[in-house]
């Protein structure tokens, strides 16, 4: 029925398969919205935020996600600045997870400022000292330039790119697309980092308070840094979920294994970075504070978090996926690619709910206490909400866009092989030309 | 965002902050305006480039 959309030389399930999953996927987003209405309509008492969590499980899942995202502008930087042709194989799909992770990111804010009528506010009046205008700023700019990335790939649809204006304009904006990915990575590095500054100015707050570089604290680096080296790693572990799902290999595994190793070494050299801030914090700040590690991981009543969590965030998710990551044995073989990859995205999840939510559950008055906080299912409603909203973008775009470059190649249809045949050729002689133009020109 | 804002200011703030935000919309800007433009003009030439050997 919808054959005509699908790209040619490729096979996708039955349309009623795909609607039935659709529809599974589209009552977790029904229930999401629903809950988000309500924020809406009745504001955040809907929520169990109070006056020692103004940042909350929302916050956590903005921070995770858009370091998660960060795979789109560094594999974009890589392949577009950089100049690394194997990527090209990749980049679509860094792109269309770095839009998804942008534009939930985008709409948890929209749901956490609780008055979205005002939203405009933090552009109109914008506060130039603060650094939550700054991640505003970038994140909603950034988000058009994914925008502008995502474009031409709607473009390449197989009943769309007939339309002569559209053909021309995909291959325009892929000609300049090295501006918008220069754009992008400017604008990225400013945000991720901005979202660790945040936390790195509070000097009410020592456990998240770092020294740091003029305005800039060591966790406005260490944010931009953690997001460049784990972003690829959460494109790789999509591409593997999608590879499970489908049944089919979609990226070959020298691309894959590429980005496992500048991602293992960004990962290595960013923890090496993360150690020495650690102590740093723990033996000279903190205690210059009047404090000392033990109170930031103690087990008083009300607190969850022990040194389990620095264990958790500093080894387990990051030195052991980046050894596992560096060395060629990890890269190649499949189980210890799985495991590093998943560590990595566990890690800087951790890295992020402990620089959100165990820094606001720390007391900072003496007589204070740990504050305890667990979402209502307003807010976990609202969170789960991107991942089927990801889902489905996923599916849609996987079913009807040229997503995957190789997928023709890796599974070719019977019948079909001569024409795959040339497709290789064509991609050869694209490669020995250089020409930036995308795979997916020559591959559909 | 803009000077006819009650709230701005001319300092270095505004500056870096704001010169940072109009370099990139304006990178953006030009870039789409660019690609449409381009995309319209090609589009109107391959049109009459058929039509011409309609003719032919």
Known sequence: MDSDLIPKGVQRCSLGKFLLWISACGFVLAIGVYAMILCWLKGLNQTNMNDAYGFALWIWADLAIIALGGGAFFTGFLRYIIGIKELKNIINYAVLIGFICYSSALLILAIDIGQPLRGWFIFWHANVHSMLTEVAFCLTVYFAVLTIEYIPLVLENRKIDKIPFFHNLSHNMHEIMAVFAATGAFLSFFHQGSLGGVAGVLFGRPFGFREGILIWPWTFFLFTWSAAAVGPCFTILITKITEKVTRKKLVKDNVIELLAKISGWMLLTYIIAKLIDTYYWAFHTAPGMGLTLAQFYTSDPGSVYGYWILFLEVVIGGIVPALILVTKFGRTNKIALWIAITLACIGICTNRWVMVLQLLAMPVMTFQSWFTYFPSWQEIATTILPVAYGAILISISYRYLPIFPQERELNPIPGEEAEVETVEKEEKKELATGDLSPATETAT | ?56
Do not use: N, R
């Open chain 2, 1 to 56: 965002m803009f000077p006819f804002a009650f709230e701005w200011i001319w300092d270095m703030g505004h500056y870096v902050f704001h010169g940072g935000l109009w370099y990139a919309l304006s990178i953006i800007g030009a870039g789409m305006t660019y690609c449409i433009g381009k995309a319209a003009y090609d589009t109107l030439i391959q049109e009459k480039g058929s039509h011409e050997d309609e003719h032919h």
